[in-house]
């Protein structure tokens, strides 16, 4: 598998904070959630299973995994499960990551009272998005 990058960085926020938002969104979308902490090195996986139906969610994103660890200044996300989505899918999963993407973006703006923030890094690539095709010069 090629290496994926970050999802979101978060500014401001602690990587147990932001585990939180996540397990929390997830919870109410339907979600059964299973929290690890590592100390060396420090960070946290987030896996979930989907166990109440929920139309909003597409087939290929009944299980997630996501990575959360500290960085300078906040925490980050990779975004580790689903590796791959079939074709007829992937306007549905793009939908349902832009939901969830947002989601967090607004709690984290409104719990800091926008002292805190996530950005997509320039390299963000989702697992099931081909990587970026090399340009020729």
Same mark, same amino acid.
């Given at each position: 598998m090629a290496e994926v990058g970050d999802w979101l960085r978060g500014r401001g926020i602690g990587r147990e904070r932001l585990v939180g938002?996540?397990?929390d969104f997830l919870t109410a979308t339907g979600y059964t959630i299973e929290r690890a902490e590592t100390g060396e090195p420090a960070e946290s996986r987030v896996v979930?299973?989907?166990t109440r139906m929920n139309p909003s969610v597409?087939?290929?994103a009944h299980s997630l995994a996501f990575r959360i660890y500290p960085t300078a200044g906040g925490a980050a996300i990779t975004w580790l499960e689903p #590796? @791959?989505?079939p074709d007829g899918e992937w306007s549905r999963m793009d939908r349902f990551e832009r939901e969830f993407s947002q989601h967090l973006e607004?709690?984290?703006l409104t719990a800091?009272?926008?002292s805190a923030r996530l950005v997509r890094p320039p #390299? @963000?690539?989702l697992p099931w998005r081909p990587p970026p095709a090399a340009t020729a010069v």
């Open positions: 938002h996540i397990a979930a299973q989907l597409p087939p290929g #590796t @791959s989505v607004r709690v984290v800091s009272h926008a #390299t @963000s690539r």
